[in-house]
C-alpha cells in the first residue's frame, strides 16, 4: 500500500513537513511506499512546500515589517519549467502574528509597505515570475503600503496605515514595474475590496479593528475602489479576492497581478495530481476543519483529487466542526487528534501535536492491515 500524506501545517503548531512524518512514522504497514508531501494553499508554509518540491536558494533581505520595524526576510528563488521564480509569503514580513496583541491601534498604525519592499528585491533577481502569497497578512491599508513602495504617490499621506489618510493615488511608475515580470497573487479568499464582504468588515476585526475604525476604513475603500475605476478602468470590486490581506490582493491588480487559487497553484508546482494518482491512500488535513475548509483549503482540494482517482482519503486535524455540511460529500472520514478537553495552549504545543499525530497514525493503520498489498 503506497500511502501519501498531505497535510497542511497546523498554524502556530508544526509544519506540513513535520506533520505529514509524523503520519508516515506512526503508520505500521510495511509494504509500498511512504510519501512525505508538504504541501500547503497560499497561507503559512507555501514557500516551504514549493522549496521541498523543486529546492531553490533562500535570498534574506533587510526589510521592514508592518509597523516599520526593522525585520530580517527570506523568500524562495527557485526554477520551474525553465522559469526564475520568486516565492514570497506576505506573513513573514507583514503577518498578523508578528503582532504580539492586533489593537485599534496597531490597525491604524499597520503599512504593507515592507511587502512591497521585498517585491523590488524579487524584481532586481531577474525572475520571470514572482508569486505573492497572501495568508496571515496583519494590515488592512487596502495594499497602498505596497504601492507607495513600489512607486506610486499618495497624496495627502502622513504616517502609519495610509488608507486612512491618503486623499488620492497616482500609480505613476508602479505601473510599469511589472510589464516584463508575471506576478501571480496566491488566494482563495474571494471577498472584494471594500462593502459589507470587504477587506475590512470581514478581516479587520481579527487585526484589532473597531466598529468605528472599520466603518472609516471601508468608506475610505470604497473611495479608492470609485478613483481607481474611473482613473485606470479597473473596478476593484468586481475582481473576487481583492479584498484579500486587507486589499493587498486588490492593490496587486492594479499594477499587473492576476489573483489565482492559492491551492491549485501549489498543487500544481509540487506535482501533487501526479502523486495522488500513484498512491492508494492518502491523508490529509489542517489545524482546523470545518464548513469553511471547503472554500479552497487544503483539505478539500486535496479529497477532490483524490476522489477523481478514487483513492481513499481520511483527514486528521486539531479540532473538527460537527456539522462539515457539503464537505462530507468529499470528505467523509475526519478525525481530531485530540483526547480529551484540552485548553487550547496545550493544544498547539509542538510535540503534543506530532505525538497524537502518530498515535492517530498507528491506530488508523491497524484497520488496513488485512488489505495490506
Known sequence: ??????????????TSFE?????????TLKNGQKINCPIADGGEGTADAIYHALGGKWREVE?????????????LLTTYEEKQIAVIESASVIGLDLLKQPTDQTIRSASSFGLGELLKDALSQGVNQIIVTLGGSGCSDGGLGVLQSLGAKLEGYTEGNPLLTTKKIELGQSKEKFKKVQLLVATDVMNPYSNEQGAAYIYGKQKGGTKKILDFLDERANEVAKQMKQEVGVDLNEIPGSGAAGGIGGALTLVGGKITSGFLLVAKLIGLEKAIKQSDLVITGEGRIDQQTINGKVPYGVARLAQKYQKKVIALCGSREKNLGALEEVLPSVFSIQLGPIELKEALKREET???????????????????S
Open 1 to 14: 500500500m503506497n500511502i501519501l500524506a498531505a497535510i497542511d501545517s497546523f498554524k502556530q503548531s508544526a
Open 354 to 372: 506530532l505525538e497524537k499525530v502518530t498515535l492517530m497514525a498507528r491506530n488508523i493503520s491497524y484497520l488496513f492491515e488485512n488489505n495490506d
Open 19 to 27: 506533520l505529514n512524518q509524523a503520519v508516515l512514522n506512526g503508520w
Open 63 to 75: 526589510g521592514v515589517d508592518l509597523l516599520f520595524r526593522k525585520r530580517s526576510c527570506k523568500y
